[in-house]
């Protein structure tokens, strides 16, 4: 059983090895097979991952896809499950080997940067009722993440959010769960702006 990941360089060696497949694509379910299934932090940090990443989360399509994933992990936190359960059609959902092995590369060295800056601090932020409050804005985002389709560089403040709720949920760091809330406000703002 694989390690579950304790940091952004652990987790992008794990999508790595995913994407190590022998095969042009790699599906959601070979992805998730490898980063694992039962906790919400890696799941977010992946959603978000897939979205920020320029080569992945520009493909159309993808932002929807991934706001899916987090509405349906998210919902099912709330619900107390143990386990993530998401539908065939979601895992089975493909990006080619090459582009996930560029965002990867393109994300090292930024990831680098962050794991050495995120510390355990103000937990209160990360543990107990704040875990459902982050379930709860997420849900948020996932919901209007079909909409920053169409809205440029939205869907990437999302993706931020997304990562840096994932990051403070798994390096237990409630300051990168502080920030994650301002980018979520930030990602509410660009869509009401847009629509306005």
């Known amino acids: 059983m694989n390690k579950k990941p304790s940091t952004l360089i652990e987790l992008l060696d794990q999508i790595e090895k995913a994407a190590d497949n022998?095969?042009?694509?790699?599906?959601?379910?070979e992805i998730l097979d490898t980063v694992g299934r039962r906790s919400?932090?890696?799941?977010l940090l992946l959603a978000g991952l897939i979205t920020i990443a320029p080569v992945i989360g520009d493909i159309p399509g993808v932002p929807s896809i991934m706001g899916i994933f987090v509405l349906l992990a998210a919902?099912?936190?709330?619900?107390?499950?143990?386990?993530?359960w998401?539908?065939?059609?979601?895992?089975?959902?493909?990006?080619?080997?090459?582009?996930?092995?560029k965002g990867i590369e393109w994300m090292r060295k930024p990831a680098r940067f962050l794991d050495r800056w995120l510390s355990i601090?103000?937990?209160?932020?990360?543990?107990?009722?704040?875990?459902?409050?982050?379930?709860?804005?997420?849900?948020?985002?996932?919901?209007v993440m079909p909409?920053?389709?169409?809205?440029?560089?939205?869907?990437?403040?999302?993706?931020a959010a997304?990562?840096?709720?994932?990051?403070?949920?798994i390096t237990k760091d409630g300051l990168v769960a502080l920030i994650a809330f301002i980018?979520?406000?930030?990602?509410?703002?660009?869509?009401?702006?847009h629509f306005l």
């Not at 980018?183 to 509410?188: E, L």
């Open 86 to 101: 998401l539908p065939r059609w979601l895992l089975e959902q493909s990006i080619h080997k090459n582009k996930i092995l």
């Open 147 to 159: 909409a920053m389709e169409v809205i440029p560089f939205s869907a990437n403040v999302a993706g």
């Open 40 to 43: 919400f932090g890696p799941l």
């Open 22 to 29: 022998g095969k042009d694509q790699v599906s959601l379910n």
């Open 75 to 84: 919902g099912q936190l709330l619900l107390r499950q143990q386990h993530f």
């Open 121 to 143: 601090r103000l937990t209160i932020f990360i543990r107990g009722t704040a875990v459902y409050i982050i379930a709860v804005v997420c849900i948020c985002i996932a919901a």
């Open 162 to 169: 997304l990562t840096a709720f994932g990051l403070s949920l």
């Open 183 to 193: 980018f979520s406000a930030g990602t509410f703002g660009l869509v009401v702006y």
